[in-house]
């Protein structure tokens, strides 16, 4: 049988970079295929170039079997090829439906104006029909980045397409929304549409791909079938090298005095009571599904949302923080979840990103030397971290999703807070980086740093905290101390909607 699509020989560079080098790629009709590498591999663009983002500088693309070249995403669209990007790409002021049929949106019988009930109508039809709870009304500013990545997925859904490109579709969904992606997946597969599936979750590989397909530093590694392969055998073939397992963390034999302390804080409906103490040297897992209020927390302590009430002591002396300038000058660090909105400026270079949160250590240098110092610094992270990038002054919006979040990484590291909240810190980070940060979040911890981390995957909070705070809708439903936490007890504690209500 002829193949949906077929690469060949394909390659891309852009200015100082190889992404591509003669890759070759192969999509079934009805099959699910995963495409794994590194960060910065080369993925994303190979599916760019598929989907008429990019255009390649040689190879051959065949679809059905006939070459083909699209000049532009449009055209691609039109000729079945969908794709989820990795970096959201709504329009934040418009709402869920607009944003979904963005440029086809139905018109009144005078063809002049929108008829808006059936824009909504059609969106509705398609969020109800992947079980997703959100109102076409809303306006995508408002929304988390789990549901915004839905209406992205909604978007794509929308248009019938026999070939769906999903570039890491799940970095910030929770289990459920997980599964319930999944199960549309196997809906359109049995459709025989062909989905090229990007993760760097491992887990989800054996879940849900029929084939995997891996890249290494722009190059075609091999295409096995799942099922005859371990997630073990994939990695190695990622990074061109067996990774040592890291053992479980074992955590600091005595508690540091106490670094941070939140006394009864409320802030808006998703921070309701909340408190905690923090101590130097220590890792906090915060753990809860999506929409908990966990990242709602880091905000208020940061001084980034409006506190209604509650009191914040930081070493023991109570510290108004009403911006985040306030918490920063108190030592306190906050890394986003969302790097897009609030963690980068993109258009700027890598060295200047580096150093931003932390200029003031610069400023007070003559320029020459600032200047060094700031390679210099710059150089360094991008060693400790493995960033993949031509220079220190590429623009950050030119490098990888997953290289780009390791600059959010650096900049905090470089701001060298006492306290530090890393929310999702690594989310859409390749599983070698992940341990590279697992180790340094380990040795910031050695060093006396107090450290909260926020993640929405359990073994990432099992295997590094030292105490488990879990928020369920706006409230500390438990705590938990390393030794005495599960998988089962963090769940039973996140989905505690029930009791709290009865209660
Ligand atoms: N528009 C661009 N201009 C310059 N360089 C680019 C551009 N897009 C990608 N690159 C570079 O090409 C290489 C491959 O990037 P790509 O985004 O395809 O990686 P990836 O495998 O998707 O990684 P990740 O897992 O981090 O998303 C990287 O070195 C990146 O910096
Ligand atoms: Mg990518």
């Known amino acids: 049988m002829t193949p949906l699509i077929s690469v060949n020989k394909l390659s891309k560079s852009f200015p100082g970079v190889r992404a591509l080098h003669e890759v070759q790629f ?58 989820i990007h990795q970096e959201l790409q709504l329009m934040n002021h418009l709402t869920v439906a ?17 008829d808006e009930d059936k ?3 059609l969106a509705r039809a398609i969020l109800e029909r992947m079980h997703v709870h959100l109102d076409p009304r809303t306006v995508v500013g408002t929304l988390t980045v789990a549901s915004q990545q839905m209406v992205e997925i909604a978007k794509a859904l929308s248009f019938d397409s026999r070939v769906l490109i999903m570039d890491e579709p799940t970095s910030a969904l929770n289990d459920a929304e997980i ?4 199960r549309i997946i196997r809906q359109l597969k049995a459709r025989g549409v062909g989905i090229i599936y990007i993760s760097h979750k491992m887990d989800e590989l054996k879940q849900i791909s029929d084939r995997v397909t891996v890249l290494r530093d722009g190059e075609y590694v091999a295409t096995v079938p799942t099922a005859d392969t371990s997630v073990q055998a994939i990695i190695g073939m990622m990074v061109g090298r067996t990774l040592a397992d890291i053992s479980p963390w074992q955590g600091p034999a ?9 006394k009864h804080l409320t802030a808006g409906p998703l921070v309701r009571d909340v408190s905690f103490t923090l101590h130097k040297g220590e890792i906090l897992g915060f753990a809860g599904l999506m929409g908990a209020g966990r990242t709602e927390v880091a905000r208020a ?22 911006k985040p300038s306030d918490a920063v000058a108190r030592s306190i660090g906050y890394l ?17 990103n580096i150093v931003m949160s932390n200029l003031g250590k610069f400023l007070s240098l003559r320029l020459f030397l600032r200047r060094m110092q700031i390679r210099k610094t710059a150089s360094n992270f991008i060693n400790l971290l493995a960033i993949r990038t031509p220079s220190a002054t590429q623009p950050v919006r030119l490098l990888s999703g ?37 180790k340094l979040l380990r040795a910031l911890a050695e060093q006396g740093k107090a450290i909260v981390m926020i993640s929405s995957e359990l073994p990432e909070i099992l295997r590094m905290s030292d105490r488990i705070v879990v928020m369920c809708e706006g409230r500390i439903t438990g705590e938990l101390s390393a030794s005495e936490a599960t998988q089962e007890r963090i769940m039973h504690l996140a989905t505690q909607r029930e009791v709290l209500q009865t209660a």
């Not at 983002?53 to 000049?71: H, K, M, N, T, W």
Request: glycine share 12%; net charge negative.
């Open 301 to 322: 302590v940061f001084g980034a949302d409006p506190i209604e009430s509650g009191e914040i002591f930081v070493k023991g002396v109570k510290a108004p923080i009403r």
């Open 336 to 352: 986003s979840e969302d790097r897009k909105r609030f963690g980068l400026a993109t258009g700027m270079d890598v060295e200047s």
């Open 98 to 114: 607009q944003n979904m049929f963005i440029g086809r949106e139905p018109r009144g019988r005078l063809r002049l104006f929108l």
């Open 26 to 83: 192969e999509l079934a009709a009805g099959e699910v295929h995963a495409l794994m590498g590194e960060n910065g591999a080369g993925k994303s663009t190979l599916m760019k170039i598929l989907a008429g983002v990019y255009s390649r500088d040689s190879g051959e693309i065949l679809y059905d079997g006939q070459p083909v070249a699209f000049a532009s995403p449009r055209e691609a669209q039109a000729a079945g090829i969908g794709i």
């Open 179 to 182: 599964a319930e992606l999944f």
């Open 254 to 262: 005595h508690k540091g005095e106490i670094a941070l302390e939140v």
């Open 402 to 438: 997953g290289n780009q979040q390791k600059i959010v990484i650096a900049k905090w590291l470089e701001r060298d807070c006492d306290v530090l909240f890393f929310d999702e810190p690594t989310r859409g980070i390749d599983v070698g980086a992940k341990s590279e940060i697992y």
């Open 119 to 121: 824009l909504n109508g």
